[in-house]
């Protein structure tokens, strides 16, 4: 697959923020478009967005990048990423900037499943995907998410359990959302309807509070549905980590935690609120407070680490030596291409970790994410339940489950 031409436009997140639309044409006349999504809580190890010089930097790579790709001729997907990481000469992108890198590499997944008439998903696995994810998305909010508002933990999450396919999982997602929203307005005074930039809602209750405001809801549509709903959480540790004192800080209760008492806290949680997903609990230095909490949880919960793999096989493999997590976050701009995002997979899986692939907070009108979840074979697909940028995803995922079919659901047996 010879490429013709490289394209490119300034576009935004939905957050607002600048990021770059690309588009390859290849010399059969298919092309593909990507422009990559932003992180708010980024893991200190991921490809940064842009190279230092920003987004003009960028654009002057992507000029030089043009001469050296047209004309080029690719066989697989494999071939066209190494090309990219080897232009880059950094080994994690931080010459070219993930924008660019992933706008690259999902585009050209793209053109090339359309020259070879198939879908993204079958390309990326060569035929192999099997299966199609359930959806988990946040419901309610905080953290840098927003903006040091609501509490502390970042999200708080439901996904079905037992749905019989994924557009009833979803739509049982949306009427836990609805659900928090009317629960919201009869429990929290300072309730005005505001929503963070995932669109879950936004609280002045505490986290406990919410977190059981969650589960009635989500005890309430699984009574009326017959879909047991899981509930669970985003803490994103890092963003509470004080470094220099060695400790989590709760803004809300004025309170910091140390290592010890966090890995506490988190426990106790679970057990309280029956929760059966968490996601970055300790910092994303802490294997060891990783593992403890999946040694002591990792029965009855996903323990799923995000900012301490950041989507990178020696991250993963120290993590799966110490038994730090039985789930991991897979963002395919945190190591900037789909042949390294599936590497990541690839590695996770064989060590047992269940894969769920997820949506950044900024995030673009493209679809592609979804094929991604499927050809990684993940469990869960971690898209947010409603805003457009969110639901566009949702949406490609029922075209792929319904129009292709042969897909069976992936539950979590919990
Ligand atoms: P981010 O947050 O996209 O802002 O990094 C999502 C997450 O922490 O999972
Ligand atoms: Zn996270």
Redesign the pocket.
């Known amino acids: 697959m010879r490429v013709r031409e490289l394209g490119w436009s300034i576009s935004y997140t939905s957050r607002g923020r600048k990021t770059i639309d690309i588009k390859i044409i290849l010399e059969s006349g298919a092309s593909g478009s990507f422009a990559s999504p932003a992180?708010?809580?980024?893991g200190r190890l991921e490809a940064p967005f842009y190279p230092s010089g920003g987004l003009e930097e960028a654009l002057k790579v992507l000029k030089d990048l043009s001469k050296a790709l047209v004309g080029q001729d690719f066989s697989s997907q494999r071939e066209f990423d190494i090309f990219l990481s080897e232009y880059d000469g950094t080994g994690n992108y931080s010459r070219i900037g993930s924008a660019v890198s992933l706008g690259c590499s999902m585009a050209f997944a793209e053109a090339a499943a359309r020259e070879m008439g198939v879908p993204i998903f079958h390309w990326l696995s060569n035929g192999t995907a099997s299966s199609y994810p359930m959806p988990l998305g946040n419901v309610l909010g905080g953290g840098?998410?927003a903006r040091g508002r609501s509490i502390d933990i970042?999200?708080v999450l439901v996904f079905p359990l037992n749905a019989p396919s994924y557009r009833e999982g979803y739509e049982a997602l949306i009427m836990v959302h609805r659900r928090v929203g009317e629960l919201l307005a009869e429990r929290d005074r300072g309730f005005t309807g505001g929503k963070n930039?995932e669109g879950a809602w936004t609280t002045s209750l505490s986290d406990d509070e919410a977190i059981q405001l969650v589960v009635d809801a989500a005890d309430q549509v699984s009574s009326e549905t017959g879909i047991k709903i899981g509930v669970g959480l985003?803490v994103?540790a890092s963003s509470l980590y004080d470094v220099e004192l060695s400790s989590y800080y709760y803004s809300r209760r004025n309170r910091y935690l140390d290592r010890d008492s966090q890995i506490d806290y988190i426990v106790d949680l679970v057990e309280r609120f029956g929760l059966a997903y968490v996601?970055?609990p300790v910092e994303e230095n802490d294997f060891y407070g990783f593992s403890k909490i999946t040694s002591l949880c990792g029965d009855k919960a996903l323990i799923v680490g995000?900012?301490i793999f950041v989507t990178n096989v020696s991250r993963i493999k120290l993590g799966l030596e110490k038994g730090s997590a039985n789930g991991i976050?897979i963002?395919p701009n945190q190591v900037g291409d789909l042949t390294k995002t599936l590497e990541a997979v690839r590695e996770a899986g064989l060590g047992g970790m269940r894969i769920v692939v997820?949506?950044?907070?900024?995030e673009t009108m493209y679809p592609h994410l979804a094929h991604v979840a499927v050809s990684s074979g993940a469990a869960l697909f971690?898209c947010g339940v409603v805003g457009g940028e969110r639901i566009v995803k949702h949406i490609e995922m029922m075209r792929i489950v319904e129009e292709y079919g042969g897909l069976r659901p992936s539950y979590l047996g919990l």
Not at 39 to 42: D, I, L, P, Y
Not at 358 to 362: E, F, M, P, W
Request: no cysteine.
């Open positions: 992180g708010a809580s980024t840098k998410h970042q999200e930039d985003d994103a996601e970055d995000d900012d976050i963002k997820s949506h950044r907070s900024g971690k």
